[in-house]
């Protein structure tokens, strides 16, 4: 049979790299860079060689299975559907609608079919128990659009391939590949900054990669990132450096929250001395182009929506925004913002800690107490769609527990992992090789317009489904008997378009009129060109101005100058978490060509700290917080800011019953069973995983990780 190359994209990430796939025989044999691409212009990571271990993966399902009482049954997908909607709407009927939960993971973002079909099948579950992977991650960065500029997704990327001067918090793309901003490859794009004489700052409590490759680097006390930025803002005002444009409202009450934030009383709980952040901010306001850019670390601790905030006002008022260098609106050749809804905040609460709902959604810290807690919409039944909340959200043992006691879940999932293990019926979607694929989410946060169509590079078998179709089948399902009105036959016909045919939809009527057959005539993809300003037009707020002032966020100034001006902070130790280039959160440790090599799971830890402690590198410590504790070995890292420790997420596989041959022979244990789902930013619910307090001390028990009974990798990893 005949070598065929097929030209695609990789959605692991959000750097959406374009790839080449070989295909000999049916298999792929290989995956390079696609010079051809014009936004990712050849790059690609160690993570594109995973298409192809997904693709080939004998853990990967890929028929229905129920959980019965002497194992996993194989069924087939009509039964899968009709006993899945019975049962859904049975629990309805019996305890109400918000009985049913849906919690939904970070993948659908970066599958085509989930975009299209899945918010359908939400919908008909009419539930307000809806969660998502949103609030461990950006929702102070939708919080922050949806204030400011009247949409949660109208979010401005740095304009990093123009910009002279780059101010990052909370981001390590080196690692990450870079998020709510599409650059791939950003390291390269950081050095192309410092070629043309532009400047690179890297605030962090770790001395990163991204760190590393800076032109200045200045550790950060986690959770303090929101006195630093308000000092920042502060002192451009009070020099004078601070104007905004004819559209925007509310300079002065911006003036006059932040007049007590001065440099001096933020180096005092940053740890970053006043004359930096004066320095800082007269760069910042000097530069010609200037991007401010914060990403999860700044998002998911304590004043994260804050922080979220305070980077679009430094950006705004230092003339910033909507300009070229500075941050840009991108214009996708699909308009996403479209379809979704500019969010709302706090219409509704959770029921047991009256957390408010974000767009439609409640914070995941919350699932576990939902489905705990006696009474009148108690959760009894969890939807999970391409997530691991038992390893991604914080207290995720508390979960795991919770998720042994539901009368129905089931998982719309490819894996038996920690999560779905509990589940009673797994659906499991064709991997992306299979699938067609536009990007609707990641065009919109790119960092230069471009748009690009993909034929599935493989066919995909008869035996499996597409997660659209598993969509369609599902919402079909759930329609059947609910009587026939002007929502159901919408419903309907949308879950029985295909994704092709609504992508085609919206590039035709999209602002470059495209159509799925221009696309695919274009190799590599269609170039639109670099970002171009939009503002004050394309504002989705009703007057068409962005008030920098929003009483939401002012309001939690007092909190925030309470917790963190309140004088010095104590000693205690902080856990951070962090990103690894061969890893992706919790479920790519099945591929044994990204775990190999050294161990990625320790606990970074400066020495000093180490000492003060009597403990040694390498040693197995025990990390306990408020939430729980673990075991983990320690690793001595000068790069740590002395008082804070790192622990890297997704790890913590072996759970008895979860079918990861490889990954659950990986060492490491889950960061999220010391993290604290009591502890959220109160403003809109987000987690706090970063800036978590803690002990370490040395453990008791000999074995770290894992799980007892279970295979140990060596220092050399799993082959
Ligand atoms: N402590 C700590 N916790 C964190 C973070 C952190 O930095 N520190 N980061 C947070 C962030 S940013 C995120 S986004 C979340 C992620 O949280 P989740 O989205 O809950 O977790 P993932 O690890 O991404 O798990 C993805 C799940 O989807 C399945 N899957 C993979 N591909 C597909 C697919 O194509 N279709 C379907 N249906 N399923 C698929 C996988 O098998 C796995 O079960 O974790 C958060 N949790
Ligand atoms: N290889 C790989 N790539 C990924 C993922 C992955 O798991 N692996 N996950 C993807 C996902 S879902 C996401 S959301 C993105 C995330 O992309 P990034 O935001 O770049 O994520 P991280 O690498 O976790 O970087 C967060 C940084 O914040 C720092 N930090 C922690 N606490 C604080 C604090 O209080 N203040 C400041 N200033 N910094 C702090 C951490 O030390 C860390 O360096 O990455 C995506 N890309
Ligand atoms: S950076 Fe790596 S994982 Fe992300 S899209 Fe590119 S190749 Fe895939
Ligand atoms: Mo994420």
Redo the contacts with the bound molecule.
Sequence with gaps: MATTVRRTSCNLCEAICGVLVTVENGRVTDVRGDEADPLSRGHICPKAVALRDLQDDPDRLTQPVRRTATGWQEIGWDEAYTLVADRLREIQKEHGQNSVGV?L????V??LG?MTHMPTVVRLLKTRNRFS?TS???LPHMLASHLLYGHQLMVPVADIDRTSYLLMLGANPLASNGSMMTAPGFGRRLKEVQRRGGRVVVIDPRRTESAAVADEHHFVRPGTDAAFLLALIHQVIADGHASVPSYVDGLGAVKEATREWTPERAAEVTGISADTIRRIAAEFAGADKAACYGR?GVS?QQFGAVCQWAVQVLNIITGNLDRPGGTMFPRPAVDTLRGIGKGHVGIWKSRVRELPEFGGELPASTIAEEILTPGDGQIRALVT?????V????NGRRLDEALGTLDFMVA????I?E??RHASVILP?T??LERDHYDLAFHQLAVRNTARWNDAVLARPSESRH?WEIFRGLGLALLRGTGRSKKTVLASARLRLSPRRIVDLGLRIGPYRLSVRKLRKSVGGVDLGPLQPALPGALHTKTKRIDLAPPLILDDLPRAADTLLGGPPGDGLLLI?R?HLRS????MHNSARLVKGKPRHQLLMNPDDLMSRSLTDGQLVQVSSAAGSIDVEVAASNDMMPGVVSLP??FGHGRPGSRLSVANQVAGVS??DV?DGALTDLLAGT?V??GVPVEVSAAATAQAGGGPELPRTTKAGVE
């Design positions: 919690y993971g970070n993948p659908n970066h599958s989930a992977a461990v991650d950006q999860l998911t769609i391409a997530g691991n909340p390893l991604s959200t914080p719309v999932d490819p894996y992992n999560t779905t979607p991997p992306p997660d978490g990103r992706n959160n919790s479920w997420h997704g960061a999220n993290t987690a995983v970063n």
